[in-house]
């Protein structure tokens, strides 16, 4: 049993910057896949990207490519999504995800779906022009 609460959302003008928190708690953060989602009113849930802890190795929404980072904590056992020039249509409720092993990492990279298995509450973002 893993539990995910997520951090840092806010409201941002459109070019700035706002970094993301997610912390886990209960069954080992160690061999995790970590990904960031993301979800606007009326809009299908869209993957932002993710990171496998073991290896830090990570895959990006063509998006957000290059303006946003995932990275880790091992100790804080946290993970962030670090959000750079953003935009109004970054505009969303941005929830973590974790599964155990690399498949969630793995289906991103081959951009395919994936069943993720313990999920956060959500922190909102808003970004204003």
């Known amino acids: 049993q893993v539990q995910l609460v997520e951090s840092g959302g806010g409201s941002v003008q459109a070019g700035g910057r706002l970094t993301l928190s997610c912390a886990a708690s209960?069954?080992?953060?160690?061999?995790?896949?970590m990904g960031w989602f993301r979800q606007a009113p009326g809009k299908e849930r869209e993957g932002v990207g993710a990171?496998?802890?073991?290896?830090?190795?990570?895959y990006y929404a063509d998006s957000v490519r290059g303006r946003f980072t995932i990275s880790q904590d091992d100790v804080k056992k946290v993970v962030y999504l670090q959000m750079d020039s953003l935009r109004p249509e970054d505009t969303a409720m941005y929830y973590c995800?974790?599964?155990?092993?690399?498949?969630?990492?793995?289906?991103?990279?081959?951009?395919?779906?994936?069943?993720?298995?313990?999920w956060g509450q959500g922190t909102q973002v808003t970004v204003s022009s």
């Open positions: 995800a974790a599964a155990p092993g690399p498949g969630g990492v793995v289906a991103g990279l081959g951009g395919k779906p994936y069943e993720w298995k313990y």
């Open positions: 209960g069954d080992t953060y160690s061999g995790y896949s």
């Open positions: 990171i496998f802890t073991d290896n830090g190795v990570t």
